[in-house]
C-alpha cells in the first residue's frame, strides 16, 4: 500500500492537503465515517491527527498511517482547482485544447474520479459516462498520449457532435461535487 500527501488549491488564497492512497487494485483518500474526504489546513494537522485523534477512518486504519514513515518523506502532489477553471474557460472547442491544457484537466479528473470509486457514487459516475466526457478524454488520450491510428482518425470524425458546453458543465459538476465532500480536519 502507498501513500501520498496531495495539496488541493481550491482558489488563490484557499488550500487544503489530503491523503491518497493506492493499493494493488484501488486508488483512494482517507474518508471519514460520512464518507467525507478528511482534509487538513497543514501538514502539522495531519501528523496531530494520526497521532491524537480516534475517528474511524477508512479504507486504512490508525496504525497503518502510524507506520508509514512514507508519508511525510515523499513529495507532495499539487493540484490547483482554480487552474482547471481557467483551463475550462480560457477553451471552447476540443480541437483547441493543448497537451498542457489536455494534461490538466485528465489528471484533476482522475483524481476526484477516485473518491467517487472509492465511493461508489452512482450520480457522479454516471455523469462520467456522458457521451461528451467519455468522447473529451478519448480524443485528448489518443491526441497527445497514446499512440495515434485509427481510433484518432475515428474520434475526430465524432468532434462536429461533441458539445464543449455540456462537458464544461458536467466537469464543473463533478469537481464541485469533490470539493464539498471534503471535511476539515482541526487538530
Not at 488541493?8 to 471519514?32: A, C, K, M, P, R
Not at 474511524?56 to 498511517?65: A, G, I, Q, R, Y
Not at 477553471?85 to 477553451?91: H, S
Request: proline share 1%; charged share 25%; hydrophobic share 40%.
Amino acid at each position: 500500500m502507498n501513500f501520498s500527501i496531495v495539496e488541493l488549491y481550491l482558489s488563490d488564497t484557499s488550500h487544503v492537503f489530503i491523503i491518497w492512497g493506492q493499493n494493488e487494485s484501488d486508488d483512494f483518500f482517507l474518508i471519514d465515517e460520512e464518507n467525507k474526504i478528511c482534509g487538513f489546513l497543514s501538514l502539522e494537522g495531519i501528523k496531530n491527527f494520526i497521532n491524537q485523534h480516534e475517528t474511524k477512518t477508512s479504507p486504512f486504519t490508525k496504525d497503518e498511517l502510524i507506520n508509514y514513515k512514507q508519508l511525510f518523506s515523499s513529495e507532495i502532489n499539487f493540484y490547483s482547482f482554480k487552474l482547471v477553471e481557467e483551463v475550462l474557460f480560457r477553451n471552447t472547442k476540443i480541437e483547441e485544447i493543448g497537451s498542457d491544457d489536455a494534461g490538466i484537466l485528465i489528471e484533476t479528473y482522475n483524481l476526484i474520479s477516485d473518491f467517487f470509486y472509492q465511493t461508489n457514487n452512482e450520480d457522479c459516475l454516471l455523469l462520467r459516462k456522458d457521451k461528451n466526457m467519455e468522447m473529451f478524454f478519448d480524443y485528448c488520450y489518443y491526441k497527445y498520449f497514446w499512440q495515434k491510428g485509427e481510433e484518432l482518425l475515428e474520434l475526430e470524425k465524432e468532434l462536429p457532435s461533441f458539445n464543449y458546453a455540456k462537458f464544461v458543465d458536467i466537469y464543473r459538476k463533478l469537481l464541485i461535487f469533490f470539493v464539498n465532500n471534503i471535511k476539515v480536519i482541526e487538530v
